[in-house]
């Protein structure tokens, strides 16, 4: 199956997309991410570490990370909201500090305007949004005048709510459907499309079988004419099928990596840099024989 091409315009940082699988390595400033990483990262004092996040950074790197993704606040079921004020004190020195260190383009995980305002002050180029459908204008404008790359994920309800909202009746159809709202919104306040990153939101208000079906018609996003980026790093329909907790899901993962890249995505967001980066060369590989 051939992958569509398209170039990301990311605050004038331009990313050939669709040659090759580009990573996007997790970098949680969480002390409450699911898959425990984040813990490293927030020192006995209860703030964040930047040396230590500093330290992650160069790793994943080094490992092949194309883009850093770096989040203050939990997405995981059932997690608790992080007041503003402490979401900004976990990721903006973090940021900062990585800016100025490194070329890779830095995103940052947050739902929060004021949180994407400062890391995009901060350096950051890419505003990575779980709330899709529901953005608001004010947000979209923001994203527009700081010409930045905005991912837009497709989720019911709140983490905290979520698992309520996974009902439907064609789940492909419909999460294109709302997708495609979000895109029109982004489109009608000034953001081009070539600035426009799509994600189905593999686990968000999706049970297990909503997400395999997912990432079996994944190509049915193509339509809309965005990136894909695809999330499957650990999550809990992996462990679902094997039976394991987010430490042993490392085969699993790669699997619905492998299976992504071959049916059209063009980001892969993993926690597991060097494992996931040697999946997707030989899928890339592959998928060009």
């Not at 315009?9 to 997790?26: C, D, F, S, V, Y």
């Not at 976990?90 to 739902?111: K, M, N, Y």
């Not at 497709?154 to 983490?159: A, I, L, Y």
């Not at 990432?215 to 965005?226: K, W, Y």
Request: net charge positive; hydrophobic share 45%.
């Amino acid at each position: 199956m051939k992958r569509s091409v398209l170039d990301l315009n990311a605050r004038g940082m331009i990313l050939p997309l669709g040659h090759e699988t580009k990573i996007m390595g997790i970098l949680n400033c969480t002390p409450d991410s699911f898959s425990g990483d984040g813990k490293i990262k927030i020192n006995k004092a209860g703030t964040v570490d930047t040396g230590a996040c500093l330290f992650f950074a160069d790793k994943i790197i080094h490992e092949g990370a194309d883009i850093l993704d770096i989040g203050g606040e939990s997405t995981r079921p059932e997690a608790s909201p992080v007041p503003l004020q402490e979401e900004i004190k976990r990721v903006i020195p973090v940021i900062d500090a990585l800016a100025r260190r490194t070329a890779i383009p830095i995103s940052v995980d947050t739902s929060k305007m004021e949180v994407a305002r400062r890391a995009l002050d901060a350096g950051a180029v890419i505003i990575n949004n779980i709330k899709g459908t529901r953005i608001t204008k004010g947000f979209l404008r923001m994203v527009r005048d700081y010409q930045a790359a905005i991912v837009l994920m497709h989720m019911r309800g709140t983490p905290a709510t979520m698992k309520a909202y996974a009902r439907y009746k064609d789940v492909v159809k419909e999460v294109l459907e709302e997708l495609q709202i979000s895109i029109e919104k982004c489109l009608e306040i000034g953001i081009k499309r070539n600035r426009i990153i799509i994600d189905p939101g593999i686990g968000f208000a999706k049970d297990m079988a909503h997400s395999l079906t997912l990432i079996n018609h994944l190509n049915a996003l193509n339509v809309l004419r965005c990136p894909i980026l695809l999330g499957t790093s650990r999550k809990s329909f992996i462990g679902q099928i094997l039976e394991k907790e987010a430490d042993g899901r490392l085969m699993g993962t790669a699997a619905t990596v492998a299976a992504g890249i071959m049916r059209g995505a063009h980001i892969l967001r993993v926690h597991d840099v060097k494992a996931m980066k040697e999946t997707a060369k030989v899928t890339d590989v592959l998928l060009k024989a």
